[in-house]
């Protein structure tokens, strides 16, 4: 009797056996599972780091630089450049004028990335707004225009960057992230993960067949309650800290086939050894690591009293020529050219034809290397212009 009950116990008992410890592995490789994705969600930002910051793997098309040309161009928004309607009329501007390039937002003070973007922080974090739809087909249509092509980029005034990611805005000694006038939260100029992401849209904007990069907002905040303010870059000037993201720009991009750009203040041009205007802009530090460097030299935007002028504005010429003349001065032997940004909206005066033409023959005359008219609104006319 026990050999039957042997012989018809063992199968049964080897197969609740086997059963039991399928059924613990499934439980122990689950909850493993469950342990480790509580650790992923627990770090959040850590699991991005590693590619998080680049660019999907895709293939690159090998292209060279193209050659340099001296510019004289526009500024035009997402929403102009995604308009095509607007683009139209842009085109048959520049068709029928001395103009020759343009610029245009893919990321802009918003923080927003604004064309449709493989890299993969743009999307973990929900970065984009895609309002230049058909980007690839416009930049060969320009192109096939002649025409040159500058992508700007918005860098540490990034507001929806740092309210995704806290740990890399500027703080406040009241806690919580440090807001400007505008209630706009900055990423930390120091943060070198923000750096990093900058370029990674750099990088995929020269193999989307722009022409050159611009990189706007490159500075520590100028309004707001700047005391109340938590620096993380401990003893370093802030100079030290712009200083060193230009050379890390440069060192990143040598090897793209583009030109770079810097926007300064247009004060910077009249500045001198450590005067940073507290917000880490010198112009002897941009001139080293770009190609090209912007100021700014709006005459609208300088103070009452600027060399004895009670309304600058009023003084196109005056105001530009000396300003790029003592950048132009700086850059001398240095790796950068001047290009002027040229005031083309009525601020301080009725800004004509006059006056926009006043400020192109103060750039040249200076000895800067281009202009570009700036126009938050993207209004243009021949104004201004040579007509072909």
Known sequence: MRNFFSQQLNPLFSWLLISSACVF??????????????????????????????????????????????????????????????????????????LNAIVIDIK???GQVLYDSDVKLVDSLHLQDNRIKKLKELLSQLHDRNIYMIARVSVFQDPILAEKKPEWAIKSKQGGLWRDKNRLAWVDPANEHVWQYVVSIAKEAAQLGFDEINFDYIRFPTD??????????????????????????????KDEPVYISADLFGLTTEKKGADDMSIGQRLAD???????????????????????????????????????????????????????????????????????????KASDDAGADGWVLWNAANRYTKKGLKVD
């Open 108 to 110: 802009d003070y918003s």
């Open 286 to 360: 941009a001139v080293d690591h770009f190609d090209y460097v912007m100021p700014m030299v709006y005459p609208s935007h300088y103070p009452t009293g600027y060399r004895g002028y009670k309304n600058p504005a009023n003084y196109p010429y005056e105001v530009v020529y000396n300003a790029m003349k003592a950048g132009v001065a700086q850059a001398e032997g240095k790796k950068a050219k001047l290009r002027s940004w040229i005031q083309a909206f009525n601020l301080g005066a009725v800004y004509d034809d006059a006056k926009i033409r006043a400020q192109i």
């Open 224 to 253: 707001g309650r700047l005391s109340d303010i938590v620096y993380s870059h401990g003893e370093r000037k802030r100079y030290e800290v712009i200083g060193d993201f230009f050379a890390y720009v440069e060192d990143q991009m």
């Open 25 to 98: 592995s499934f439980i122990f490789c689950f909850a493993s599972y469950v342990s480790v994705s509580a650790e992923t969600e627990s770090l959040g930002v850590m699991s991005l780091l590693e590619d998080a910051l680049h660019a999907a793997e895709q293939p690159v098309i090998p292209r060279d630089k193209v050659a340099p040309i001296k510019v004289k161009g526009l500024y035009l928004t997402a929403y102009s450049a995604g308009s095509e309607k607007k683009m139209a009329s842009i085109m048959e501007l520049i068709d029928s004028t001395e």
